[in-house]
Every structure is written in C-alpha cells, then in structure tokens.
C-alpha cells in the first residue's frame, strides 16, 4: 500500500484564503489525543513545534542498500523513453526527406508526449495514489516496450502513420514515468538524501535525451539513398526495442514498491495514518488552491516547457545557421544535457545541505534567462564552438532546475502526494511545451531563430518574477523537525523544547523570503 493511501486523517479547516492541515497525535494505536498544525506562514513553526511536542512518538527509520537499486532501475527505464521521444526531431531533416512530411508533422512526432500527458496524468495519478508505485511503473516500462516494438515495422518511406502509432504507444509511457522522481525519493531515501535522490531520477530522463541527441545522428547518417536510408533507420529502432524489452524484463523481476521499514520521520509518520481517509479529488483542490504552489505550476511549466521547445527545434536551429552539421546538432544537444545533469547534481545536493528551496530555485531561473539570451544572440556568430560553450551554460541551468521543481513542490505541499503535485507539475510543462514548439516553429520560418528565441526568453523573464513571488513554506522539513524535537524530549516536557523549537523557528526563517 502507497504512502499516500496512509494519508491524512482530517485535512479541514479552512482560514481566509489558505488552509492549515490537522493531525492528530497518535498515542498508541487507535488513540489520539493532541493536534499538529502542518503551518502555512513565516511564524507557524515556532508555535507547532512549542505546542505540539508530544505529536508522534519517534519511529523507526532505516535506510535499505536496495534503494540505488530501484533508483537506476527507475533511472534506465526512463532514459529509455527519453531516447524515443527526440529519435525523430533531431536529424528533423532526414525523416522529412524519408517519410515525405512537412516540419510540423515532424514537430509533432516529438510534442505527441506532450499532448499524451495532459489528459492521461489524472488517472495515472490516481493509480499512482491507489495501486501503487510499482504497478506504474510495470505498467509503463509495458507500453515503452511496446511502442519501441511497433516502430521497427515503420522503416518505409509509406508507413509514417504506423511510426507515428508508435511513438504514440511510447508517449503514454512517459506519463507513468515523469511524476515518479520525487516519489521514489520520498519513499526509499533518507532526509539528507531525497533531493540528491531525486536528482539522479531526473537525471536517467536527461541522460536519455543526451543519448536521444547522439546517436540517431551517428545511427542515421543523411544518404542519399532510400533503402539504405531505411536499413540504418531500422537498425536505430532494433536497438532501441531491444534496450526497452530488457528494462521491462528488470521491472518485472526486481522493482518493489517501498521498503519495510521507512527511511525518515516523515514517512513514518504518514504510514500511521489511516487510507480510508485519503481523498484523491480533496488532495488536487487543495493543491489548487494553494496559492506558492500554483505560482510554482506555472513558472515550472514556463520553464520546462521552453526547454521542450529548444530540444525538439535544435536541428531547425542549428542547420539553418551551419548546413550539413546534423552530428554537430545531435552534439550540441548532448552539451546542453551533460551541463543540466551535472547542474541537476550539484543543485541536488545544495538542496540538501542546505534546504534552500526558493533561493535556489530563483537564483537558477534567472541565470536560465540570462543563458537563453547569450544563447540567442551568440548562434549566428558563425563559430559552431561557441554555440557549444553557450548552449552548455544555458543546459546547465535550464535542465538543473527540473528536480529543483520536483522537490520545491514537495515541500510546499507536505503531506499531499509527492506523484499528485509532481504531475501537475508536468502537466503545465507538456501545454507550455507544446504552445512554445508551435510558435517558435512558426516564429523561426517567419522572423529567424533570434525571433524565436528571444520569445522564450520573454516567458523566462515572466517565469522569473512568478518565482519571486512564492511565499516558501517548508512543509516536509517542519514535520522531521517536530520529529526530533520529540526524541529530545521523550517525557514530551514543553520547557525542556523550548530553547531548541526557537532556535528551529529562526533557521527556518532565514529560509523564507
């Protein structure tokens, strides 16, 4: 059974605007006697953690070798899918030439993942919160698989319906994959650990995309001739089924839902409660009518989906200002990918050491800006290395503040379901991905790439100055807090917390803006 089927017992009173959750304390099984306010302000923490020193007894917690395991398990399973999903657009060129196609339907090869997860993310996460981690994931590595499947029949210049069939197959797999991170995170790993945790989970989709930029160009040479343009196009699709039928296999045989024995205080605490009172439809409007956490949708999405944009328009990009460098398009793209999974690390283990959410995440988006606009006034240079060294600066921010999302969002909205706000997440990601393809495409045919890209770099700016405005509020961090404030006073004595809850209260503070 999932953690957020353990959720809460009572999430209720509603303040003005904002709402506070209720808990209470669990004594023994089956009793419960004292309240937690889970606070949604600067000053709550002080007053949670001095009045509630009796809330949870401290439980036990253990961190199991096996959760690296199911992290690159999760890690590969999505790199795969990634590899698929920019197989297409990044040798743009020769796929047009082959299938006989125009721009757009290549373009839509690629935003099919996008247009996929908008209406499947719903009922995916409520299987998420009723069936299931591990089912989800069996699940979409199946679909993965057999998309990858359907594409090694479509080598012909007449079958683009079918390959576009399977890509589609391959995109219902991405919905089961894009919310998992933080979830993963949350259930195996330890407090000092989730944010590196999740990380590295969004790190196996970047890889993915690296490889997707790499190889097809590798695999796909531009020749001349059609049945041997289809050989190397079939070999591409071999490998990439037989890489999908062995990470399913490895689902299958190996992926477990969640350890015995949970590895912080705060999943302890969320096992305690009962699963009869999680409501799937309650958990999204409160998620709504979060206030930080709606200004986190958006600006992730502006985000995400400016780097969606760039991704599946960069050999567009990058051949309409050095024709014939298809490989050095793919290479470019990979730079972006390796800068933003080194960006991603370092961001996650910022994260932490040192929970600063919002600075973080504010300071890494604004320096996204700046990398978009040394970007689009550097790429006509004529110098292909300093596209390189430009397009490496912009990955490293663009692509490091995806888990930086994840995990934000996670702490503004403890003890919701991590996949349920992970995928509204993506969700504004996959619109304002699909939206900025479309009109940079029509913005670069018109006016250029400058055009093009200074109009993502206008949305980072908005984007930027929504993330400004978040009012942080470390939700996950209060409840481990209140943890071990209770193992300091196990008699549950107000006094003997009270000089460790202020000086708690004032190094959240110092985290606020």
């Not at 953690?3 to 904002?18: A, H, K, T, Y």
């Not at 921010?397 to 999302?405: A, E, K, V």
């Not at 969700?427 to 006016?447: L, M, R």
């Not at 209060?478 to 300091?488: D, F, W």
């Amino acid at each position: 059974m999932s953690v957020q089927d353990e959720w809460m017992d009572c999430l209720g009173e509603v303040r003005g605007e904002d709402w506070t959750p209720i808990r209470k304390e669990r004594t023994s099984f089956g009793e419960y006697n004292h309240q937690l306010l889970l606070g949604d302000g600067e000053d709550t923490l002080e007053t949670s953690v001095l009045d509630t020193a009796q809330l949870f007894p401290l439980m036990e917690t253990k961190l199991y070798k096996r959760r690296w395991v199911m992290l690159f398990i999760f890690s590969v399973y999505s790199m795969s899918n990634a590899f698929m999903w920019l197989q297409y657009s990044i040798i743009s060129n020769i796929f047009m030439r082959f299938y006989e196609i125009d721009s757009l339907a290549i373009d839509w090869l690629s935003m099919i993942y996008f247009l996929t997860y908008i209406p499947f993310i719903l009922p995916v996460m409520w299987l998420i919160d009723n069936r299931g981690m591990r089912d989800v994931v069996v699940v979409g590595s199946a679909f993965n698989c057999i998309g990858a499947w359907i594409k090694t029949s479509t080598a012909d210049p007449h079958m683009f319906a079918m390959t576009f069939f399977g890509q589609f197959v391959c995109s219902v797999a991405t919905v089961y994959i894009l919310g998992i991170p933080s979830r993963l995170a949350s259930l195996w790993f330890g407090q000092q650990e989730v944010s590196t945790a999740c990380s590295i989970g969004v790190l196996g989709n970047q890889m993915g995309i690296a490889i997707g930029f790499l190889i097809p160009p590798i695999l796909v040479p531009n020749v001349d001739d059609i049945n041997e343009l289809a050989h190397h196009i079939r070999v591409m699709f071999y490998i990439s089924a037989g890489v999908a039928t062995v990470i399913f296999i490895l689902v299958i045989i190996m992926f477990q839902e969640r350890p015995e024995i949970p590895p912080s205080q705060a999943q302890a605490q969320a096992r305690s409660i009962p699963p009869d009172q999680y409501s799937y439809t309650a958990s999204i409007l409160r998620l709504l009518c979060n206030k930080p956490f709606m200004l986190l949708m958006v600006s992730y999405g502006l985000n995400v989906g400016c780097f969606y944009a760039v991704s599946t328009l960069l050999n567009r990009m990058i051949i309409e200002h050095y024709p014939g460098e298809e490989v050095n398009a793919g290479r470019i793209g990979l730079t972006i990918i390796i800068a933003g999974m080194v960006g991603s690390l370092i961001c996650g283990i910022w994260l932490d050491k040192t929970k600063t959410y919002k600075q973080t995440t504010l300071f890494v988006y604004l320096l996204t800006l700046i990398g978009m606009l040394v970007y689009a006034f550097t790429l006509n240079l004529g110098h292909l290395w300093v596209v390189f060294v430009t397009a490496g600066v912009l990955g490293f921010f663009m692509t490091g503040y995806l888990p930086l999302g994840f995990e934000f969002a996670v702490e503004l909205t403890y003890p919701e379901s991590e996949g349920t706000s992970s995928g509204l997440l993506n969700c504004s990601a996959q619109i304002f991905g699909i939206i900025f393809t479309i009109s940079q495409g029509k913005i670069i045919d018109k006016w250029g790439t400058l055009a093009g890209n200074i109009f993502l770099s206008i949305f980072l700016l908005i984007g930027t100055v929504m993330t400004g405005f978040i009012k942080s509020d470390l939700r996950r961090q209060k409840a481990n807090l209140q943890a071990e404030v209770q193992s300091l006073s196990p008699t549950g004595s107000l006094s003997s917390v009270q000089d460790y809850g202020a000086t708690a209260s004032n190094g959240s503070r110092q985290q606020q803006s």
